[in-house]
């Protein structure tokens, strides 16, 4: 059986070659495009502008049908093809929708057309404790509907909180056979025939392909989970009706989790069903509140006024020669789009007009004393709200927060950095980049409506605890420099690693390469490859040697890059120095990433253990399901002997 597969499939590109010159024909004005037009229907509204049509149903908010060069995008029929729901609750918003024409097409010379279905709390013991104004728009010339959806919640409603806010859409499986989220995973896809005859694998989501492009490979949808803040548009096309239907995103302020959270975004549904003419349908999601890879927080509280805006993003339709073709230009359509945000058409409540939004510039410098040479690559720099806890005690911070809006943007090679659009607020400024362990933080940085200001350099002084002995593995929040990690978005990895590390890692500081020597994964020892069984504890070894004995306090730095074992024990020499006790589960593991909630624990021990010669470090993961283990990003052991040493090894939570 093979588990593992490249998904690096792409189209044709289609080559033009031409020699000479060409006679240039006179021009011509281009012809006027089609006016919007705005329909009631029995159901809805109907919404056209000659390239684009789609169909609203007013009392669900959902999209019907679109429409595009007479093509339909979307499934058949009156069910809800396009939907925002909360997966994981059994709320919904309230009944009878208020429908009002914000844009009316007749009064604006069919410039556009924008609709809202407004969702009122009722008080129902099922009804979202918020009001839900949900906008769909299209404008003359484009071949995009844009979403919006506006939260309100007022002090006298009960707690608001759920732990998915999406927006779905179900395709048409007549038309579309080819899906994109990246470069590496640009493919021709299975049909739902093929799903509806695989074997199901250890979880419901997996199947083994019996028929099909991937025959004799496993399916899993995670596969295709991407980093948002990253995927500016993803979506499906046709190879022989040469169209596309593409999720594009202009601005992420919105979107829970910051810049490196992971989402699903499309994917062939994975039915669950006995049956073999399940749907199976062609998916494309908007994970605007995301509950994957270490779930993000939305609590809130009775007596609280609060207020978000998700959108405007688009639903973009096109057409070009082959898939690669329309893919590029949906995504030339998001740096188009983001130039125009905000766009001066969204006046809705909450939706911010240009001139209030203000900006922070400046310049990150590293100073790092012990590494002078250390440099900052894929630096990121970004505004989110305070640090807060919640009722339970739990603190959130950016990584895990979906109430607040953030405000993230990438530095140049010198540190320099300027972050436009932004909410007037006071922030917090994070800063982390790859190469560099931990993160800088800076509280109280005011954003002022119609103004950008300027900081002086803002100096960033990594963490240190000591004179460092050796590191492991690149800092940059994944595991992906690790044995498997180019290609960690395939089914059953951790089933291969009794087989390709049949007697655990052992890896020599200055000898080993943890490209090849160190797994992506420390899980327990699988007994077969289902990925159904239970393995035996998993110990990795470091094997170092100093040119002295120490003294003082050693640490050793642990930074994770997803966790699901919920502990780790620490040896040093034959001493246990320290237990990590509590890890949240986040799911990387049996969801195929090679990254989740990013953290760093520390674990602090008498450097007296550390003697001249050789030494080993151990760390072992408990016996459980083989999928119960850790992810690294990095791992440094660091020395200070003027440090008193711990008195003993205590429990790191």
Known sequence: MRIARSLVRTAPLLLVLASGFATIPLAHAAPAAAPVTLTKTPAGFTLANGIVTVQIDAQSAAILSIEYKGIAMLGFGDRENGYWSMPGTQLRFGPHPAVTVIDDPATNHGERATISCLFTYDGGPRTVPANVDIHYSLARGGSAVYLEAIWEHKPDFPELTFPVGRFAAKLNDDVFDWMTVDSRRNMEMITAYDWNHGTEMNMKEARLMNTGILKGQVEHKYDYSAIQWETPAYGWSSTKQHVGLWVVTANADYMSGGPTKLELVTHRDATFTSSLTAPAPLTLLYVWKGPHYGATDLVVAKGEQWTKTIGPFLLYCNSGATPDAMWRDALAEAANESHQWPYTWATAPGYPAATHLGGLSGQIVLHDPPAPKEKMTNLRVGLAHPDYALPNGQTVDWQHDGKFYQYWTRGDAQGNFSIADVRPDTYTLHVFADGVLGEYAQANVTVEAGKVARTGPITWTPVRYGRQLWDIGIPDRTSGEFLHGDHYWQWGIYNRYPTDFPHDVNFVIGKSDFHKDWNMMQVPHATDNSGNSRGSATTWSVLFDLPRAEQGTATLRLAFAGTEARSLTVTVNGKQ?????????????????????????????????????????????????????????????????????????????
Request: charged letters at 20%; zero cysteines.
């Open 577 to 653: 120095v320290g237990m990590l006790t509590n890890l949240p589960n986040t799911s990387v593991i049996h969801r195929d990433s090679d990254r989740g909630f990013w953290q760093e624990k520390d674990v602090a021990f008498d450097a007296s253990l550390l003697q001249q010669g050789r030494n080993t470090l151990e760390l072992t993961v408990p016996a459980g399901n083989v999928m119960n283990g850790v992810q690294y990003d990095y791992l440094r052991l660091e020395v200070n002997e003027l440090a008193a040493a711990p008195l003993s090894a205590t429990p790191v939570k």
